[in-house]
């Protein structure tokens, strides 16, 4: 595969003909799927095939659509949306009628202006569990860790803020460009009338040909309020002995998974730090080639996910205690989200740093690692700071607001 092949494919032959701010700026809710990356940014409109649900493994049922929509007209179609988080669970991927690509959305000028001030919106806000009965969760799983039953499990919660007013998605989602416009954006249909947004920091799998990538996460602290704060939470982060086996785990667990499809791999031998607007982590970015030309990016994340910065390790194990300690569905948090074409390249990232919007409702998500060290108060804390991507795109961040959490 060349280069130019991966940079324009056949179906996006107006790859540089837009702004990455216009395609920002025409998503409309509901019709469209927007996606952007560190590579490039997607809008696409309607749907020509949607993935049907099935009892096959889902690579092969997007294989499979993306062969019935290939034409003289779309020789190489793409197939862009959300995966949720239990793989058995239906899909809301589709083969859209209409493509456009365009370059990052960091590498336009323009985007500094998208979404710069948020409206302060009126909402209540309702965690779930609160805040002290998430911290007994931890707490439970911890114990559970320290008797040697798993090694990591990631405990999460969600806040439902809710409105007075229909929540305006176009307005969210730039609101979530302008303060990270390098990170993975995404609004995308989750369900009737139901819209996944959020701004993931994380990469679960990119494959270009043959070369394969992943960004790696795990290990977090939230970004200072002054910059020698900033500084003290960064450094905290990278010498603490806990973050670093919570990562760890994550970078060996993914090793293992890709090890038997790589003819080369390569891990740095030490994590460094990446950082959103609202948190610090400790990332491994991962590089490799495939064994062979058959593997889609699709069949890789399938083979990685869950991983342990979603899930746990051992995966049974972990998702056992999950079943047990998290009193909700899941549903698309903690899934993926991304594209992929019929030659098998595509992006596939975390829906981490989300929410699935209906109406006057947001369901924003948010989950720790917890390891056999985590102390309860502190993961507790970490989840209300990656809160606070989605609150701040909200406009419900604000401090008198975030009180109320
Ligand atoms: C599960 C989430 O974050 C994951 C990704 C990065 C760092 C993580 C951590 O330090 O716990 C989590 O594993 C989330 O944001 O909901």
Redesign the pocket.
């Known amino acids: 595969m060349t280069a130019s092949r991966f940079l324009a494919p056949p179906t996006a032959p107006s790859f540089a003909a837009h702004r990455p701010t216009a395609l920002l700026h025409a998503y409309r809710p509901r019709a469209d799927r927007f996606f952007a990356s560190p590579t490039r940014t997607l809008l696409a409109r309607g749907v020509r095939h949607a993935v049907p649900h099935g009892s096959q493994p889902l690579s092969e049922r997007v294989r499979a659509t993306l062969d019935r929509a290939r034409s003289p007209a779309t020789p190489v179609p793409v197939v862009v949306g959300a995966i949720p988080f239990d793989l058995a669970a239906p899909c809301a991927l589709v083969v859209p009628r209409a493509l456009h690509w365009a370059p990052a959305l960091a590498s336009d000028p323009l985007i500094g202006q998208s979404g710069r001030s948020p409206v302060q919106g009126r909402y209540r806000l309702r965690p779930h569990p609160a805040p002290h009965e998430y911290a007994a969760r931890v707490s439970a799983a911890v114990g559970r860790l320290r008797s040697g039953e798993l090694d990591k499990v ?1 405990l ?1 919660r969600v806040l439902d803020v809710v409105g007075v007013q229909e929540i305006r998605l176009p307005g969210v989602l730039r609101r979530l460009a302008g303060r990270d416009p390098a990170g993975y954006l995404f609004a995308v249909p989750s369900g009737r009338d139901r819209t996944l947004v959020g701004a ?3 990469l679960l799998v990119a494959r270009r040909g043959r070369h394969l990538t992943t960004t790696l ?4 602290r939230p970004r200072g309020r002054t910059p020698a704060e900033d500084a003290r939470h960064s450094k905290a982060l990278r010498s603490s002995d806990k ?1 670093r086996h ?2 760890a785990i ?1 970078v060996d667990a993914v090793l293992a998974a890709l090890a038997p499809q790589c003819a080369q791999l390569h891990a740095p031998s030490t994590p460094t730090l990446l950082h959103t607007a609202t ?1 610090w ?2 990332a491994t970015p991962l590089t490799g080639i495939l064994a062979t030309d058959g593997t889609t990016a699709l069949d890789l994340a399938c083979r990685l996910h869950p991983t ?3 899930c746990g390790t051992p995966v049974h194990a972990a998702r056992q205690l999950l079943q047990e300690l998290e009193p909700f569905d899941r549903g698309m ?2 899934g993926l989200v991304g594209w992929q074409d019929a030659y098998g390249d595509g992006e596939w990232a ?1 829906t ?2 989300c929410a699935e919007v209906a109406q006057h409702t947001a369901r924003l ?6 390891v056999a060290d985590s102390c309860a108060q502190e ?1 507790t804390a ?2 209300e700071a ?1 809160f606070a991507t989605l609150l701040h795109a909200l406009g419900a961040g604000l401090p008198a607001a975030a009180g109320a959490v």
């Not at 998500?365 to 917890?370: C, D, E, K, Q, V």
């Open positions: 990631v999460s993931s920091p994380e996460l795990a290990g977090s973050d919570e990562h994550l948190m982590h400790l342990p910065a979603v948090y903690a975390l981490i740093r998500f948010a989950g720790a690692g917890i993961e970490e989840t990656k």
